[in-house]
């Protein structure tokens, strides 16, 4: 039997939400555990038996796929990788129609659907062997998640012995069920007769639907799906999280290593046995071109990428730091992304915090504020200073400490969106710690802000209250 | 000559570290608050000191003890059953004070400076008054009572508690010299000097004052601690250099380090500026400190990554874990931090 693959990659107008990381790379393409977000993908999919086709199907420049794509003709030597660009947002499924010639070329029998926010054990082959047991059309990976959280994800209502889908919602308001739809999925290759007719259905519905070729896989597939007993639910047991913000890389990275360590081992870095590398905690993956002091401590759920430079006496510790960054000795990592060429100066702290739940963001003084620490690219933090659950943007030198109180975040907040476009506003508003990017700079700016980096401990004799000292 | 402390009570501005330790024996500069004092007074002269004290705790006698012998004077407890204030001490303590007709000294025991007592003293004799404050002029006014004097003269005109327009920028410096005489205006009852006692002998014009060169700080809390350890230091790098760690050791970074030569510091740390550590400390590798006070037996580990900044004190046998910041912290004694404390708290 023959079946292809298509992974939904999305576009730039999304992804804001992985700001500032998104901008630098699509988010498709940012490396968690050492690979690209999707890389992962194409490795489970490598492993499923008859599968010779990958699409990526998204509204990206050709461009920006381009590299990506020759390394996995490199890496995936046994699949053909391909890039479908829309021509503009067409919705999970309207891409899907849009290219159906170009994906039933062949006459493939299965098409896995995988969308590209996720990170997972992606136990297709199981769902390959669950799916050719039932009769319906589709089967949708499902896993359990928290009560309180399931809204945030499209609920399944399902038949508890043959696991047939008998309700789906997109992201409800009240509580329907805790199994939710895990973004993973296998067609028939009939399914596209089921997209005509929803097709079809969104037209004749009158002039109050927009006349688009949008169309929906959640909304407007799976509901009809559903009423026709055509949908069924695989519940995994293993590992799923969405990437949906720039924070929730970090949970990623964490369970992709703790994958590695069960299924190839060999990728994680070992412990040092007489004392001549770092003090290996956890799981932890360090690029070989990447150059680690014998006397830092690395983990658990690490990833250092390509030519970053790590000090002596540095400790990090859930957290990924990105390519050519460079921590200076005795500096202290916690919780955080440290982003392509930034500098993290000696005695540095650079911590978030940690979040249990499926939630990126935590409250701070009743303000919703980043959990993941995040330097965005080319980010010079001065020497000892200390930043805290902030995601910030770009090439800005942090100069004075950035830990701030909650009125001076506000008014941090107020100067991004004058400067931001609609879009941004949302996303200010839900973490009001962002800074951003300083590209009105001068010259004369820079150069004054560089010379101020070299006094040194400039930061810590400020040390700001924000409230006034306890009395005992 | 004679001397009465004012030490007081329990010390509670400078809590945690006042609940496992007297207020006077907690080192400032590796050295307890109280022997600061004792050897200034000594160097003037000296033979009597009376301590004015609310409780009488056991450890401060025996220390007290080995001044008495270390400095060969006599140290008087002199014990109030209800506070007295800053006056009634000195009525309580008349014995020792009114013996003889030499002119005794008052200082209040949170006061680090110069001390200059036999300045002070030779001062005093000099006008022939009845008593001379020790002032010292600072750049806010405003947020003290200020004294002014008769004009070109240092006889005291005036007292003006927070003045609205400048008058003046001397304040009480805490540190007093007196003729047995004052002892006739007060009585053994609660009273304050500065507010009751003062303003009277200003009106007699029998208050001169002692203008101080140099620094002055009430090191009574925390923050002022800290302030007055810099001072301290500071002072200490022009007068006495070679009491510091040299500032071209390798681990000293911006000068004013005071190190106790019992303490060992690791590899690749740096230190300074304004730092003191005390006996038996143990300093690990790869670390930072910056104006701060690291007291007698305190360890800290090689890279454990934790931060204190703030205002942080942490109290006797207090442990904080690895990776932690803390943020003006005051954790009391024998607790242990395990999840960082980001906003200014107590931690009982």
Redesign the interface.
Same mark, same amino acid.
């Given at each position: 039997m023959t079946c292809k693959a298509i992974i939904l990659v999305g576009g730039p107008s999304r992804g804001t939400r992985f700001r500032p990381l998104s901008l630098n790379v699509p988010k498709p393409l940012f490396p968690v555990a050492g690979h690209p977000i999707i890389w992962h993908h194409l490795e489970a999919l490598s492993k499923v038996e008859g599968l010779k086709e990958v699409m990526l199907i998204g509204f990206f420049e050709d461009s920006v796929m381009a590299r990506f794509l020759d390394d996995a003709a490199r890496e995936f030597p046994k699949m053909n990788v391909r890039y479908l660009r829309e021509y503009q947002a067409l919705g999970t499924a309207g891409g899907l129609y849009h290219f159906r010639d170009e994906i039933l070329r062949g006459d493939p029998q299965q098409l896995f659907v995988l969308n590209a926010d996720v990170a997972c054990s992606f136990p297709l082959s199981d769902m390959m062997r669950f799916h050719n047991r039932h009769r319906g059309l589709c089967t949708i990976l499902g896993t359990k998640v928290a009560r309180e959280n399931a809204n945030k994800f499209g609920c399944l209502v399902a038949k508890p012995d043959s696991h047939e889908v008998l309700h789906y919602v997109e992201k409800p308001e009240s509580f329907i069920s805790d199994l939710i739809s895990c973004g993973i999925y296998l067609f028939d290759c009939a399914v596209f007769n089921e997209m005509k007719k929803a097709m079809l259905n969104k037209t004749t519905q009158g002039p109050y639907q927009d006349q688009d070729d949008k169309l929906r896989l959640e909304q407007d597939l799976f509901g009809p799906l559903a009423e026709s007993k055509k949908l069924y639910v695989y519940v995994t047991q293993e590992f799923w999280r969405q990437i949906k913000t720039a924070g929730s890389a970090v949970p990623a990275n964490a369970l992709y290593l703790e994958q590695y360590s069960k299924t190839c081992p060999d990728r994680l870095t070992k412990k040092s046995i007489d004392g001549q590398g770092p003090e290996i905690v956890g799981h932890v993956y360090i690029h070989p071109t990447a150059i680690v002091d014998p006397h830092s401590k690395i983990g658990p759920n690490v990833t250092i990428g390509p030519r970053a430079v790590i000090g002596k006496g540095v400790r990090i510790k859930d957290s990924i730091i990105l390519d050519n960054a460079e921590i200076k000795n005795n500096s202290c990592i916690l919780h955080s992304i440290i982003g392509w060429d930034s500098k993290v100066g000696t005695w540095a702290r650079v911590e978030g915090t940690p979040t249990t739940n499926y939630s990126t963001t935590i409250t701070q003084n009743g303000v919703k504020v980043q959990s993941v620490t995040i330097l965005g690219k080319k980010l010079g933090s001065i020497f000892t200073s200390e930043i805290r659950n902030l995601p910030v943007k770009v090439e800005k030198w942090i100069v004075e400490k950035a830990k701030q109180s909650v009125a001076e975040k506000a008014t941090t907040s107020e100067i991004t969106t004058a400067s931001q476009s609609s879009t941004e506003i949302t996303t200010t508003s839900q973490s009001p710690t962002e800074i951003i990017t300083t590209s009105h700079q001068t010259r004369k700016e820079r150069k004054m802000l560089k010379e101020k980096l070299k006094e040194d401990d400039l930061t810590l004799q400020h040390v700001r209250y924000n409230k006034s000292p306890p009395v005992l | 000559m004679k001397a009465l402390i004012l030490v007081g009570g329990f010390g509670?501005r400078l #809590?945690?570290l006042t609940l496992t330790l007297p207020k006077p024996l907690v080192e400032f500069c590796n050295k307890p608050m109280i022997q600061h004092q004792i050897e200034g007074l000594v160097k003037a002269g000296v033979t009597d000191i009376v301590l004015a004290v609310n409780y009488r705790p056991e450890i401060m006698e025996q220390i007290l003890k080995k001044y008495e012998e270390q400095y060969n004077i006599t140290i008087t407890f002199s014990v109030e059953t209800e506070p007295l204030g800053t006056a009634g001490p000195l009525a309580l303590a008349r014995e020792i004070l009114g013996k003889g007709r030499s002119p005794f000294f008052v200082l209040n025991s949170d006061i680090i400076c110069e001390y200059p007592f036999d300045h002070l003293r030779d001062f005093h004799a000099a006008h022939g008054k009845e008593g001379t404050i020790v002032v010292t002029k600072v750049e806010e006014p405003s947020k003290y009572g200020v004294i002014v004097n008769h004009s070109g003269t240092t006889c005291i005109e005036r007292f003006v508690e927070k003045p609205a327009e400048f008058v003046s920028n001397k304040i009480n410096a805490g540190i007093y010299i007196f003729n047995p005489e004052i002892l006739e205006r007060i009585e053994l009852k609660p009273t304050s000097i500065e507010k009751e006692i003062f303003p009277l002998m200003a009106h007699d014009k029998h208050l001169h004052a002692f203008e101080l060169d140099g620094y002055w700080m009430d090191v009574g809390q925390?923050?002022d601690f800290l302030t007055g350890t810099c001072m301290y230091l500071a002072n200490l790098a022009k007068k006495k250099p070679q009491l510091l760690v040299n500032p071209e050791c390798e681990f000293v970074?911006?000068g004013n380090v005071l190190v106790d030569p019992t303490a060992k510091i690791g590899k690749?740390c740096?230190i300074g500026p304004n730092v003191t550590i005390g006996p038996n400390v143990v300093v690990g590798?790869?670390v #930072?400190l910056? #104006?701060c006070v690291i007291l007698e037996g305190a360890r800290i580990k090689d890279?454990a990554?934790t #931060?204190l900044?703030?205002?942080s004190v942490l109290g006797d046998d207090v442990s904080v874990n690895d990776?932690i910041?803390v943020?003006?912290g005051?954790v009391l004694p024998h607790k242990c931090i395990a999840n960082?404390i980001?906003?200014?708290?107590?931690i009982m």
């Amino acid at each position: 039997m023959t079946c292809k693959a298509i992974i939904l990659v999305g576009g730039p107008s999304r992804g804001t939400r992985f700001r500032p990381l998104s901008l630098n790379v699509p988010k498709p393409l940012f490396p968690v555990a050492g690979h690209p977000i999707i890389w992962h993908h194409l490795e489970a999919l490598s492993k499923v038996e008859g599968l010779k086709e990958v699409m990526l199907i998204g509204f990206f420049e050709d461009s920006v796929m381009a590299r990506f794509l020759d390394d996995a003709a490199r890496e995936f030597p046994k699949m053909n990788v391909r890039y479908l660009r829309e021509y503009q947002a067409l919705g999970t499924a309207g891409g899907l129609y849009h290219f159906r010639d170009e994906i039933l070329r062949g006459d493939p029998q299965q098409l896995f659907v995988l969308n590209a926010d996720v990170a997972c054990s992606f136990p297709l082959s199981d769902m390959m062997r669950f799916h050719n047991r039932h009769r319906g059309l589709c089967t949708i990976l499902g896993t359990k998640v928290a009560r309180e959280n399931a809204n945030k994800f499209g609920c399944l209502v399902a038949k508890p012995d043959s696991h047939e889908v008998l309700h789906y919602v997109e992201k409800p308001e009240s509580f329907i069920s805790d199994l939710i739809s895990c973004g993973i999925y296998l067609f028939d290759c009939a399914v596209f007769n089921e997209m005509k007719k929803a097709m079809l259905n969104k037209t004749t519905q009158g002039p109050y639907q927009d006349q688009d070729d949008k169309l929906r896989l959640e909304q407007d597939l799976f509901g009809p799906l559903a009423e026709s007993k055509k949908l069924y639910v695989y519940v995994t047991q293993e590992f799923w999280r969405q990437i949906k913000t720039a924070g929730s890389a970090v949970p990623a990275n964490a369970l992709y290593l703790e994958q590695y360590s069960k299924t190839c081992p060999d990728r994680l870095t070992k412990k040092s046995i007489d004392g001549q590398g770092p003090e290996i905690v956890g799981h932890v993956y360090i690029h070989p071109t990447a150059i680690v002091d014998p006397h830092s401590k690395i983990g658990p759920n690490v990833t250092i990428g390509p030519r970053a430079v790590i000090g002596k006496g540095v400790r990090i510790k859930d957290s990924i730091i990105l390519d050519n960054a460079e921590i200076k000795n005795n500096s202290c990592i916690l919780h955080s992304i440290i982003g392509w060429d930034s500098k993290v100066g000696t005695w540095a702290r650079v911590e978030g915090t940690p979040t249990t739940n499926y939630s990126t963001t935590i409250t701070q003084n009743g303000v919703k504020v980043q959990s993941v620490t995040i330097l965005g690219k080319k980010l010079g933090s001065i020497f000892t200073s200390e930043i805290r659950n902030l995601p910030v943007k770009v090439e800005k030198w942090i100069v004075e400490k950035a830990k701030q109180s909650v009125a001076e975040k506000a008014t941090t907040s107020e100067i991004t969106t004058a400067s931001q476009s609609s879009t941004e506003i949302t996303t200010t508003s839900q973490s009001p710690t962002e800074i951003i990017t300083t590209s009105h700079q001068t010259r004369k700016e820079r150069k004054m802000l560089k010379e101020k980096l070299k006094e040194d401990d400039l930061t810590l004799q400020h040390v700001r209250y924000n409230k006034s000292p306890p009395v005992l | 000559m004679k001397a009465l402390i004012l030490v007081g009570g329990f010390g509670t501005r400078l #809590r945690p570290l006042t609940l496992t330790l007297p207020k006077p024996l907690v080192e400032f500069c590796n050295k307890p608050m109280i022997q600061h004092q004792i050897e200034g007074l000594v160097k003037a002269g000296v033979t009597d000191i009376v301590l004015a004290v609310n409780y009488r705790p056991e450890i401060m006698e025996q220390i007290l003890k080995k001044y008495e012998e270390q400095y060969n004077i006599t140290i008087t407890f002199s014990v109030e059953t209800e506070p007295l204030g800053t006056a009634g001490p000195l009525a309580l303590a008349r014995e020792i004070l009114g013996k003889g007709r030499s002119p005794f000294f008052v200082l209040n025991s949170d006061i680090i400076c110069e001390y200059p007592f036999d300045h002070l003293r030779d001062f005093h004799a000099a006008h022939g008054k009845e008593g001379t404050i020790v002032v010292t002029k600072v750049e806010e006014p405003s947020k003290y009572g200020v004294i002014v004097n008769h004009s070109g003269t240092t006889c005291i005109e005036r007292f003006v508690e927070k003045p609205a327009e400048f008058v003046s920028n001397k304040i009480n410096a805490g540190i007093y010299i007196f003729n047995p005489e004052i002892l006739e205006r007060i009585e053994l009852k609660p009273t304050s000097i500065e507010k009751e006692i003062f303003p009277l002998m200003a009106h007699d014009k029998h208050l001169h004052a002692f203008e101080l060169d140099g620094y002055w700080m009430d090191v009574g809390q925390p923050k002022d601690f800290l302030t007055g350890t810099c001072m301290y230091l500071a002072n200490l790098a022009k007068k006495k250099p070679q009491l510091l760690v040299n500032p071209e050791c390798e681990f000293v970074y911006g000068g004013n380090v005071l190190v106790d030569p019992t303490a060992k510091i690791g590899k690749d740390c740096r230190i300074g500026p304004n730092v003191t550590i005390g006996p038996n400390v143990v300093v690990g590798d790869g670390v #930072r400190l910056q #104006r701060c006070v690291i007291l007698e037996g305190a360890r800290i580990k090689d890279f454990a990554w934790t #931060r204190l900044e703030g205002v942080s004190v942490l109290g006797d046998d207090v442990s904080v874990n690895d990776e932690i910041y803390v943020n003006g912290g005051c954790v009391l004694p024998h607790k242990c931090i395990a999840n960082n404390i980001t906003e200014p708290q107590i931690i009982m």
